[in-house]
């Protein structure tokens, strides 16, 4: 066999051995899929408007290298409020929660739930995002993805109209989180704690008197089958997560970890933001055009009075976070809502 022919088989197998470590390496890298796990239905905002089009930026942007599958409804796992669990023990690579379901997680974060700091969703989402220094080390075993608040709460009721002060005095009404449970405690009314699957029955059946919680669930949880009355007022915003499992992102390409982080972030919350504020004033005019609830806007002197009554909540707040070496007024004014 002559030299160049000898040459030429070399040449060959090394194109050959250098050809089947790229293919390797593609088939390696297009088996990179993130998993989100939620607890609401498909159908829902978040799912639909938020989750989905940021898994179509990701693969768009990685020529499909890295793709995102959604499991809703707890298909990895019932019970809202483990959410966070478990993205820190990766049992999903993604989730979606509110932080009010264990709120000793994150006192830093819920002070966006105090009553009147900002005017709608996408504001407070801004003031988050503003003191996200403050607060991120709540959030050190996971990678932030996003944080974002809905608009703000109002009371929902059956049996009774809430259309002053002393309609609220005796009631019990669900909480999302400690915080807004020392706000229903501050109108005179009795918190019951339960996440947002569990509403639906427990106003249909009389265990709580009313609802505290963002409009768009009217529509995404079918809230308007069974409440009848929605009274706006001075109340708050929920927060919510979007976090990633920290050894999942760890374990990302330069290239996919630089997608991740230029996808996320500040924008897709309040991209969220403004979604729950799209779909809670949907929500409204939908029950009032259609007749089927009724929109309750409170008199300015009922408003005051409702005011006055919450003005102690901010202060007790911050007194009881003073007792845990948290300085909330340090984070309140990095929110641009004072010392």
């Known amino acids: 066999m002559s030299l160049s022919l000898r040459a030429c088989i070399r040449g060959l197998a090394v194109v050959s051995v250098l050809f089947g470590l790229l293919v390797a390496a593609a088939v390696s890298v297009q088996a990179v899929e993130l998993k989100v796990a939620h607890f609401t239905s498909p159908k829902h905002p978040m799912d639909r408007l938020v989750m989905r089009p940021w898994g179509a930026e990701v693969a768009k942007r990685s020529n499909g290298s890295l793709t995102v599958?959604?499991?809703?409804?707890g298909e990895l796992g019932k019970?809202?409020?483990a959410q966070y669990k478990r993205a820190?023990?990766?049992i999903a690579d993604v989730t979606f929660g509110l932080q009010g379901y264990t709120s000793a997680l994150f006192p830093r974060t819920l002070l966006v739930e105090l009553p009147g700091i900002a005017p709608d969703?996408?504001?407070?989402?801004?003031?988050?995002w503003k003191a996200v220094g403050s607060i991120r080390g709540e959030y050190d075993r996971t990678k932030i993805l996003?944080?974002?608040?809905n608009d703000k709460a109002v009371i929902m009721t059956r049996n009774k109209a809430v259309r002053t002060l002393d309609d609220v005095k005796g009631m019990k009404i669900r909480t999302p989180s400690k915080l807004q449970g020392d706000i229903i405690k501050a109108l005179g009314?009795?918190?019951?704690a339960m996440p947002v699957t569990r509403m639906y029955n427990a106003l249909k059946t009389g265990v709580v008197d009313g609802l505290m919680v963002a409009p768009s669930v009217i529509r995404s949880f079918k809230i308007g089958e069974v409440a009848k009355y929605?009274?706006?007022?001075?109340?708050?915003?929920?927060a919510f997560f979007l976090v990633m499992n920290k050894k999942a992102y760890d374990g990302l390409s330069a290239e996919h970890k630089k997608i991740v982080d230029e996808t996320s972030g500040e924008a897709l919350s309040v991209k969220a933001a403004g979604i729950y504020k799209k779909a809670g004033a949907g929500s409204l005019a939908g029950e009032k055009k259609s007749g089927r609830g009724e929109v309750i806007r409170l008199s300015d002197a009922e408003d005051k009075r409702f005011r006055k009554a919450l003005s102690g909540v901010r202060a007790k707040t911050v007194k009881d976070l003073a007792g845990k070496n948290i300085d909330a007024g340090k984070i309140l004014a990095a929110m641009g809502a004072g010392g």
Do not use: E
């Not at 009314?189 to 019951?192: D, E, H, I, S």
């Open 146 to 149: 996003a944080l974002w608040t």
């Open 121 to 128: 969703a996408v504001v407070a989402t801004k003031m988050l």
């Open 79 to 81: 019970g809202p409020q």
């Open 69 to 73: 599958r959604i499991y809703p409804g």
């Open 230 to 238: 929605y009274t706006m007022g001075p109340f708050a915003n929920t």
């Open 189 to 192: 009314a009795t918190p019951v």
């Open 88 to 90: 820190v023990d990766g």
